[in-house]
């Protein structure tokens, strides 16, 4: 079974650019997670998909991130216009059912640096 | 949410089983306890979860005490490749996707 996998694995762009991270969860999987790590701090939840539905968005920091899922299957999130204290690496996670004892499955992240 | 407090790190031989401590003295009836862990440039790799019996699979043990205030994972036989940060997740039943990971305790396994 292949796990969840992101592309691209690093990311380096100027602030101000725009930078799409794309997430292909589990298959089967209908639950979709964003989180990141940035600048050494603990990784913090950003937001859940159910399907192509946000289930909560309350870790998004602000509207300068845009996260899709578009037919329930992979979820791209952008950042537009890229800020400096975005850079770090952001994982997504997929897990079979919306309960508590349905394990998250990460991926290996996308580490991106904005310069 | 619960809170979960680790050792900030442990050092363990190589070969010996490492006993990873987590207290969680405020979590409720319905929480689980998560374990995961980041070998150094991955994603956080799931290990086990349990909700008041001990759990074991193939890469742990889940020991939950009686109270369920407190845990402990084993790595029956540690190796070089188990060095890592472990997290101890409590997690919440009405938020089901936000885990919420703290500093983790950093595993250092020597030969």
């Known amino acids: 079974e292949a796990g969840v996998t992101q592309f691209p694995s690093h990311s380096v762009i100027e602030k101000g650019q725009t930078v799409t991270l794309r997430c292909d969860p589990i298959?089967?999987?209908?639950?979709l997670y964003w989180y990141r790590r940035v600048m050494g701090k603990e990784i913090k939840f950003l937001l859940h998909?159910?399907?192509?539905?946000?289930?909560?968005e309350s870790g998004m920091p602000n509207n300068r991130f845009l996260a899709e899922r578009t037919g329930g299957t992979y979820s791209t999130l952008k950042v537009q216009p890229a800020e400096l204290e975005d850079s770090g690496v952001y994982f997504c996670?997929?897990?079979?059912?919306?309960?508590?004892?349905?394990?998250?499955?990460f991926g290996n992240g996308t580490r991106l640096t904005v310069t | 949410d619960a809170k979960t407090t680790q050792p900030t790190s442990m050092d363990c031989a190589e070969g010996r089983a490492a006993n990873l401590p987590c207290n969680h003295s405020?979590?409720?009836?319905?929480?689980?306890v998560y374990w995961y862990r980041q070998i150094h440039s991955q994603g956080p790799q799931y290990i086990i979860h349990?909700?008041?019996n001990n759990e074991t699979n193939e890469m742990a043990s889940l020991i939950i005490t009686e109270d369920r205030k407190s845990s402990t994972l084993i790595l029956p036989h540690a190796t070089l490749r188990d060095t890592a940060v472990y997290y101890c997740?409590?997690?919440?039943?009405?938020?089901?996707?936000?885990?919420?990971f703290g500093q983790g305790t950093t595993l250092q396994v020597k030969p």
């Open positions: 996670a997929s897990s079979q059912r919306d309960r508590a004892n349905s394990p998250l499955h």
């Open positions: 298959s089967g999987h209908d639950n």
């Open positions: 998909f159910v399907k192509e539905s946000k289930q909560d």
């Open positions: 405020t979590i409720s009836g319905n929480e689980y």
């Open positions: 349990g909700l008041k």
């Open positions: 997740i409590v997690r919440v039943y009405s938020n089901t996707g936000k885990l919420i």
